[in-house]
């Protein structure tokens, strides 16, 4: 009994820091040194207790990404890394506004090229936004917005490999 105690009371002290979902609060005190079976124990009691909460923790990966400008693949990314249960995933992604992240991937394109238009500097930046977490599409999406609002034309076909005619 007394090991769950102090189970608990390390619990309480690592979620002082930041929030966990159940998977990493578990993970964590296992290797802080506490058995398996207590550290269950003390999770499922700060989950009864309402210190975690991973539908609440999901809410908020979800927006800190979305904010930092990361597409949905980035942000399905951090919840798997996270530990957060998969029938939570597609009710959090569905906050993401397409419109928002459509924004977001032109925000980041202008930044990134600061005015080129160069071919080579559109593909890299369209790269970087697909490991942003952005689709290929919306990837294209943006530079063709980013082309549109420059006034150099598409070019999209040359930078996407389709065949101008």
Same mark, same amino acid.
Request: hydrophobic content about 35%; proline content about 1%.
């Given at each position: ?58 809410? *908020?990966?979800? #927006?800190?990404?979305?904010?930092? =400008?990361?597409?949905? @693949?980035?942000? %399905?990314?951090?919840?798997?890394? $996270? ?45 970087? *936004?697909?490991? #942003?977490?952005?689709?290929?599409? =919306?990837?294209?999406? @943006?530079?063709? %917005?980013?082309?549109?609002?420059? $006034? ?14």
């Amino acid at each position: 009994m007394e090991n769950i105690e102090s189970t608990k009371k390390r619990a309480l002290k690592i979620l002082g820091n930041r929030n966990f979902s159940e998977k990493e609060m578990i993970k964590r005190l296992v290797s802080k040194g506490e058995s398996q079976e207590d550290s269950e124990e003390a999770v499922a009691w700060l989950v009864e207790m309402g210190y975690i909460n991973d539908s609440d923790y999901a809410t *908020l990966i979800v #927006r800190h990404y979305a904010s930092k =400008g990361y597409g949905e @693949a980035r942000v %399905r990314d951090e919840l798997y890394k $996270r530990g957060i249960p998969r029938d939570l995933w597609d009710e959090n992604l569905a906050m993401l506004d397409g419109e928002e992240s459509a924004d977001a991937a032109f925000e980041f394109l202008k930044k990134k090229l600061r005015g080129s238009n160069d071919k080579d500097d559109l593909r890299r930046a369209s790269d970087a *936004l697909v490991r #942003r977490g952005f689709s290929y599409d =919306g990837a294209r999406a @943006a530079v063709n %917005r980013y082309l549109e609002e420059t $006034r150099q034309g598409d070019g999209s076909s040359v930078l996407f490999g389709e065949d101008d005619d």
